[in-house]
């Protein structure tokens, strides 16, 4: 077993014995193997224990034995104390689920405070079962029925090599003290359910299901890291940003027999689950369809799948400008305003700058989001248009359009942001002054 365990800490690149090691422990028979192997093999470590009240004095029993064993082994402990039904009932989350928040939040805590360089917890073989079959009972991909990683992150499970009647035997000839959870006996959570009723059934099919398991598990993270290699060569050259937005051309998926797994690797990332990009592959053709995730959204134009943040608080702020030479930002624009005489003056060709008559004009100026009744003379017309038409015929997406600002004098708008000013407001040869207005993109916004 010592063997064993050095090995694959070694074959995993988990940790070395330089390192400073958080065992998690429960004071059941997997984690307190873990701390024995630790020990017997060099390792410096200390123990993080949490109690979290379920079982009465069972529960303190519990940290009574993970005391002792620091002890024994000269080990620095840590101990969190909290009600997971109380966490679990103000959260409104499973009692499961409470449990593995405060362990996690805990390890952090010790582990940041204290300088230990990785989180070590006592999942074996079986407890990487369970999640396979828990996880595909629920629906999940490639990540789901690898298993649990030897190492994500700063936590490592350096017992996942083992089965449970491996730990069992080591622990016994060992003369390892540990306790039993009785609730492990009860199938009222999902994993016991797992482990007292399924795991036992697939033993009879396959006696040496877990190092089948094994064996399966590590093909499969080859595999999963060849996946994700090519889905961020796919990245790479389907998403293009412009400013806050990301654009897929639809022609790189359309008639693509993979595209909603394609779709779906490309925007999982930004909280879109594979119904939605089934359903926007679906409507590719239906240009102005919207899909929504908790902070970002999927727009379909006409050529593109346009991927933007969810609009935020500063969409709609209203910002003034007086006649004076200034600068300041909203949520979209950093604008710079600048007084200049007429004589000599060149305008710009570029559509972020306006150069409007500065005389023409009523102070405050407004800059606000555009509505819907708007109308405006667009520069070079003599009647007035609407501005909701103005946009259709320019064309412009649905994730721009929402971000339309208009610089408004009095009730009339005398610039939209970018697009065009009003024809009231040009500059002509009877022009003396001249207000200068540049919108710059907010990188600070993105």
């Given at each position: 077993?010592?063997?064993?365990?050095?090995?694959?800490?070694?074959?995993?690149?988990?940790?070395?014995?330089?390192?400073?090691?958080?065992?998690?422990?429960?004071?059941?028979?997997?984690?307190?193997?873990?701390?024995?192997?630790?020990?017997?093999?060099?390792?410096?470590?200390?123990?993080?224990?949490?109690?979290?009240?379920?079982?009465?004095?069972?529960?303190?029993?519990?940290?009574?034995?993970?005391?002792?064993a620091a002890e024994r082994y000269q080990a620095p402990l840590f101990v969190e104390k909290t009600s997971a039904k109380l966490v679990a009932a103000r959260n409104k989350i499973s009692i499961e689920m409470a449990a593995r928040d405060i362990r996690y939040s805990f390890f952090d805590r010790i582990l940041n405070e204290q300088g230990y360089d990785f989180i070590a917890t006592a999942h074996h073989l079986g407890d990487s079962f369970e999640t396979i079959i828990l996880n595909l009972v629920k629906g999940t991909g490639i990540p789901g029925i690898r298993g649990i990683n030897p190492k994500r992150g700063r936590i490592v499970r350096p017992l996942l090599f083992a089965d449970k009647q491996a730990i069992l035997n080591y622990a016994t000839d060992a003369?390892?003290?540990?306790?039993?959870?009785?609730?492990?006996?009860?199938?009222?959570?999902?994993?016991?359910?797992?482990?007292?009723?399924?795991?036992?059934?697939?033993?009879?099919?396959?006696?040496?299901?877990?190092?089948?398991?094994?064996?399966?598990?590590?093909?499969?993270?080859?595999?999963?890291?060849?996946?994700?290699?090519?889905?961020?060569?796919?990245?790479?050259?389907?998403?293009?940003?412009?400013?806050?937005?990301?654009?897929?051309?639809?022609?790189?998926?359309?008639?693509?027999?993979?595209?909603?797994?394609?779709?779906?690797?490309?925007?999982?990332?930004?909280?879109?689950?594979?119904?939605?990009?089934?359903?926007?592959?679906?409507?590719?053709?239906?240009?102005?369809?919207?899909?929504?995730?908790?902070?970002?959204?999927?727009?379909?134009?006409?050529?593109?799948?346009?991927?933007?943040?969810?609009?935020?608080?500063?969409?709609?702020?209203?910002?003034?400008?007086?006649?004076?030479?200034?600068?300041?930002?909203?949520?979209?624009?950093?604008?710079?305003?600048?007084?200049?005489?007429?004589?000599?003056?060149?305008?710009?060709?570029?559509?972020?700058?306006?150069?409007?008559?500065?005389?023409?004009?009523?102070?405050?100026?407004?800059?606000?989001?555009?509505?819907?009744?708007?109308?405006?003379?667009?520069?070079?017309?003599?009647?007035?248009?609407?501005?909701?038409?103005?946009?259709?015929?320019?064309?412009?997406?649905?994730?721009?359009?929402?971000?339309?600002?208009?610089?408004?004098?009095?009730?009339?708008?005398?610039?939209?942001?970018?697009?065009?000013?009003?024809?009231?407001?040009?500059?002509?040869?009877?022009?003396?002054?001249?207000?200068?207005?540049?919108?710059?993109?907010?990188?600070?916004?993105?």
């Open positions: 077993m010592i063997k064993s365990f050095t090995d694959f800490i070694k074959k995993h690149a988990l940790f070395h014995t330089g390192h400073r090691i958080l065992a998690g422990v429960s004071g059941g028979v997997d984690s307190m193997t873990l701390i024995d192997l630790l020990y017997k093999t060099g390792h410096n470590f200390g123990i993080a224990h949490c109690n979290f009240m379920l079982r009465g004095a069972d529960s303190d029993k519990d940290e009574e034995l993970v005391r002792r003369g390892l003290q540990w306790r039993e959870d009785h609730t492990n006996m009860e199938d009222i959570y999902q994993r016991n359910l797992i482990r007292l009723q399924i795991a036992p059934q697939a033993l009879k099919i396959n006696p040496n299901l877990y190092h089948t398991l094994e064996k399966t598990a590590a093909r499969l993270r080859h595999a999963e890291e060849v996946y994700k290699r090519h889905i961020e060569q796919l990245r790479e050259r389907m998403m293009s940003r412009k400013g806050k937005d990301y654009y897929i051309p639809k022609e790189s998926l359309a008639g693509d027999p993979h595209a909603v797994v394609i779709l779906f690797e490309l925007l999982s990332p930004y909280g879109f689950v594979f119904e939605q990009c089934e359903q926007a592959i679906g409507s590719i053709d239906h240009t102005g369809a919207v899909f929504l995730a908790p902070q970002y959204k999927l727009n379909i134009d006409r050529t593109h799948f346009i991927l933007s943040p969810a609009p935020g608080s500063k969409t709609g702020e209203e910002l003034t400008i007086e006649p004076a030479e200034n600068q300041f930002a909203d949520g979209d624009y950093i604008y710079n305003i600048k007084i200049k005489d007429a004589e000599g003056y060149s305008i710009s060709k570029e559509s972020n700058q306006a150069a409007l008559d500065l005389d023409r004009l009523e102070f405050p100026l407004k800059i606000r989001p555009w509505n819907a009744g708007d109308f405006f003379v667009p520069l070079g017309m003599k009647g007035k248009k609407k501005l909701s038409d103005f946009i259709i015929d320019q064309k412009i997406p649905l994730n721009l359009k929402e971000r339309i600002k208009t610089v408004v004098s009095g009730n009339n708008i005398a610039w939209i942001v970018g697009l065009r000013i009003d024809d009231r407001f040009k500059i002509t040869g009877n022009t003396r002054r001249i207000l200068e207005i540049t919108a710059t993109p907010n990188d600070k916004s993105l």
